[in-house]
């Protein structure tokens, strides 16, 4: 157990939309913009996911991860990790388009299919500024995000493999740290890993603290010393879940992707607003922080110089 904290910062994801926050970049100078001050803020992994400049709609183009991608990397030493999630409804093909041309040091792999339910944040806003923001949310009521155990394979083999990326195991329920230890058991995956145990999305565990016991104690048992924890959870919970886990030896993970406010009933100026936070909370707590340098050697990441950006 190391006693520095890796921030990883979600700068804007595929779940929220426009009308939610006016601070949720959605171009890819806003993006680039924002990943490089919650780098500066204390991140040094930065999750990335693209948007569609003109209304803020996800998208898989490589071209417009390529807008801002060689701009952060420029600015920043820290840790690029692309979704290999994208946006809800998109293909295995289309989600795996960024990564492949870009070959980051990480990418973001979700173990499992599952629920992935939206739609209760219809009731919240009574107008969208976009037609495909109610339609995005509504869809989510009879939509499974699909990741069979043959697209996590081949998402291992053609990234691992093929670029010498690492992952970022997302974990949204007990099973999916089941999933994780078939690959081990099989040796597709190799250690350090990289877990991601999430909290607070409807269709995953819950955001209980009991679950995030349960989650690292059942992590613990499969994996041993042989991976790193880190802790995200989704809206109110995030910052609650996240000092827990730091208390417990976890790493954490913050942003607009996972939580659009700082306070209660407070939206965050910034991913960065966030990012200083958590920062200010792990230090309080008598914990360094990670640097980008240190994350690379803990995570066993090829390097900056390695990637296509």
């Not at 520095?4 to 929220?16: K, R």
């Not at 093929?162 to 690959?183: K, N, P, Q, S």
């Not at 909290?199 to 994996?223: P, V, Y």
Request: aromatic share 8%; with cysteine.
């Amino acid at each position: 157990m190391s006693d520095s904290v890796i921030i990883t910062c979600a700068v804007t994801g595929g779940v929220h939309t426009p009308t939610m926050s006016p601070h949720l970049p959605l171009t890819p100078d806003q993006i680039a913009e924002d990943a490089v001050a919650a780098a500066d803020a204390g991140a040094s992994i930065l999750h990335l996911h693209a948007r569609n400049p003109e209304d803020g709609s996800p998208t898989p183009n490589p071209d417009v991860f390529m807008e801002f991608l060689p701009r952060i990397k420029q600015q920043t030493d820290a840790v690029i990790n692309i979704t290999t999630g994208g946006g809800l409804g998109m293909t295995l093909e289309e989600r795996l388009a960024a990564p492949i041309k870009s070959s980051p040091e990480m990418c973001s792999l979700n173990m499992g299919s599952m629920n992935f339910g939206l739609y209760p944040m219809l009731e919240r806003y009574p107008s969208f500024k976009h037609k495909w923001e109610e339609e995005h949310l509504a869809h989510t009521k009879d939509f499974i995000f699909k990741n069979t155990f043959q697209d996590i394979e081949y998402i291992l083999k053609e990234l691992g493999e093929g670029h010498g990326t690492r992952f970022e195991f997302e974990c949204y329920d007990v099973g999916h740290l089941y999933t994780l230890a078939h690959f081990v058991d099989r040796g597709i995956i190799n250690p350090p890993f990289f877990v991601q145990t999430i909290f607070g999305i409807l269709g995953g565990i819950g955001a209980d603290h009991e679950n995030l016991l349960h989650m690292r104690k059942i992590a613990n048992s499969l994996f041993g010393n042989n991976y790193e924890w880190s802790i995200l959870a989704a809206g109110r919970h995030q910052m609650s879940m996240c000092t827990m886990g730091a208390i417990m030896g976890g790493n954490v993970r913050v942003g607009l992707e996972d939580s659009l406010y700082i306070a209660k009933k407070k939206l965050a100026n910034s991913n960065a607003e966030q990012v200083a936070k958590i920062k200010r909370i792990i230090e309080d707590l008598s914990l360094e922080v990670a640097s980008p340098e240190e994350a690379r050697t803990r995570l066993a990441l090829k390097g900056g110089d390695m990637v296509n950006f």
